[in-house]
Structure formats: C-alpha cells, structure tokens
C-alpha cells in the first residue's frame, strides 16, 4: 500500500512525538526512539519535517544507493548514541536502585546505543555494543557518572561496526508491531513509574506528618518546664514514673507488712497471752487469751492446739514458745507448758 505525504505530515503533526509517522512509514525503531524520548527531547521531532518527503518514498519502494563500504560516518548519529546512551543509562539507575549498578548501567546504555544505531536501514552488531558497555562499567566500578565514558565507548564501538540492515525481509503485521513496541515502552517506563509513586507517596507521608510534628515542637517547652519542675521537686512526679524509679516497695516488705497487720487484728492493742508450740507433727500453733474478756483461741491445726496444753515434744521433739506479751520465754523439749497460762 502506497504511502501518501499529507498522511505522514498529518500524523507528524498530531502525534509526532509519539512517532506515529514513523509507525506509518515502517520505521519501528526510529518510532521506538521518539516513544522513549519524546520526539528526541523535542529536537528530533522537528527535524522530521525536512526528512519526511525522502522517507516516504523510500517506504513506497525508492531505494536509497548503498555505498560498497557500508554506511557512511555520521557525527549526528555518533553524538545520539551517546546522548541516549547516557539517558537510558541515568533511567535505570533511578529506575532499578534493587539491581546492582555494574548488571543494570551497562545494559542499559548499551540498549540506548543499539537503539540509536539501529534508525533507518543501518544497525550494529549488538554483542560488540554490549561487550564494550560492560568493560567500560566495569573499569569505573559502576558508578553513576560512568554513564560519560560507558555510553562513549559503546557508541565508538557501534559506530566503528555499523552496517546495512538486510533487505527483501518480509514486514511483519501491525497488530505484532504494535505490541512489540508496547512491550518495549512498558520494560522502560514500568520501573520508572514505580519509583515515581514510592518518592510521590513518601512526600505525601512527609506532608502529612508535618501537622503532628508541629504540634509536638510547640508542646515542646511546656513538657521541658514540666520535667524540670519534677526534677527540682516542686511537683511530685507520677506513679507510674517513681515505680520506673525503683520507688516500689519490694513485695518481701509488703509481706512484713500484711503480717503485721495480720497480728495486729489478731492479737489486739489491749495485751494479751499467748504460747506457740511445734509439735511432733511438724506443725506450729499458737494460743492467746485476751487480758481483760478472757475469749482463748488457736491458730494452727488443733492437734497443735492441744499439745499447747500438754508437753509439747512428740515423737519427732520440738520447742515450745510461752509468754506473755511483749515478751515470751523459751523452754526445751519434755517440759509441759507454764502452769497458770490458760
């Protein structure tokens, strides 16, 4: 199907840098090119209007002379590659940061080049092209202004192996050239997107936060006062705070003191008697009678009890404790208890 001019300057102007004159004329990789870099960067896309009637005859079968020697050197081409070089470099490292610099630079910026390379009916020999991204990469240790050298090498390379695509291949399908190219774009711009939505929602947290953030450094010299009143003793500090202190009583001093409150309620501020026995069982009891209403009781188990007023060593021997309150007297194994006790 022929090719008309009015469709290709239409298409240039709607669409130019997309490159959908170039996909009308069967220049995928030039189209590719103005995909990737927006018509190349601008400049590119209004080059083409002087090049559109001479591509489109050769798309409607006026071939070009190819020179025995290839094709000639071409300073403007030279220069792309290492301009995109450089470009697809820079993307994948902002792009790829998870993959290491000496696989993802290398690769890309030899990608750039032998895209470049490959506009119109030249191309180059893409191992050489790759082969010499990586040495050079490897040289600078992969780091980022590498791309310079890298992307200068691999176009050297490129430019010193380029030639003439073969000819009489059959063309293959829109819909199978559109994909490809789709498939293309996406590889390049997927990464890049990512990356822009990871720093586009880290900036939103950031923006977000700046409220609490403010609230907490105005806050700030009130709890600076307040901490320093707590230190100099003008206001007591919170509970919570003196248990962090080690301020807590110990839970043994706060068993004395249950004891303590235990015998208290037990025994009575009034006076009282009591005897304490260990009897053969293993056991300890304790006996009182109140001074002044005469009630006796026992604590302990009863066996115990008993043996208050009788001998207080069984079969296993013992001590016994008798008194009067606030002392008491101490008397040994086969003894029975003090007489007039209860």
Not at 160 to 175: F, I, N
Not at 306 to 326: F, K, M
Request: contains cysteine.
């Amino acid at each position: 199907m022929a090719k008309r001019l009015l469709v290709a300057y239409g298409l240039w102007a709607l669409g130019g840098p997309l490159g959908l004159h170039h996909i009308y004329l069967g220049r995928d990789s030039h189209a590719l090119l103005w995909m990737l870099t927006l018509g190349g960067f601008g400049g590119g896309w209004l080059w083409d209007f002087w090049h559109l009637p001479g591509w489109v005859a050769a798309a409607n079968g006026a071939g070009v002379p190819r020179g025995p020697q290839g094709p000639a050197p071409s300073p403007l081409r030279l220069v792309g590659q290492v301009v995109v070089g450089m470009y697809f470099g820079l993307a994948a490292a902002l792009g790829l940061p998870w993959v290491p610099a000496l696989l993802a630079q290398p690769l890309a910026v030899g990608l750039g080049v032998q895209l470049v390379s490959s506009v119109g009916d030249q191309t180059a020999e893409a191992p050489s092209t790759l082969a010499a991204a990586f040495l050079t990469s490897l040289l600078f240790q992969g780091r980022v202004l590498a791309v310079l050298p890298t992307s200068l090498a691999a176009s050297l390379v490129a430019h010193r192996h380029r030639r003439y695509k073969p000819g009489g291949m059959p063309r293959p399908r829109l819909a199978a050239r559109l994909y490809h190219l789709g498939l293309a774009c996406l590889a390049f711009a997927a990464p890049l997107a990512c990356r822009g939505l990871s720093i586009t929602a880290g900036v939103l947290g950031t923006i977000l936060a700046l409220p609490r953030a403010t609230i907490e450094l105005l806050l700030l010299p009130l709890r600076a006062t307040r901490l320093l009143a707590e230190i100099l003793g003008f206001t007591g500090g919170s509970p919570a705070r003196e248990r962090g202190a080690g301020l807590e009583p110990s839970s043994w001093s706060q068993r004395q003191q249950q004891a303590y409150e235990v015998q208290d309620a037990v025994l009575g501020t009034q006076g009282y008697q009591g005897v304490a026995a260990l009897g053969g069982g293993g056991g300890i009891g304790f006996g009182c009678c109140h001074a002044r209403r005469g009630h006796r009781f026992f604590l302990g188990s009863p066996a115990v009890a008993e043996g208050t007023r009788s001998p207080t060593h069984g079969p296993g021997g013992g001590w016994g404790l008798a008194g009067s309150h606030p002392s008491a007297s101490l008397w040994p194994p086969g003894a029975g208890s003090p007489s007039g006790l209860f």
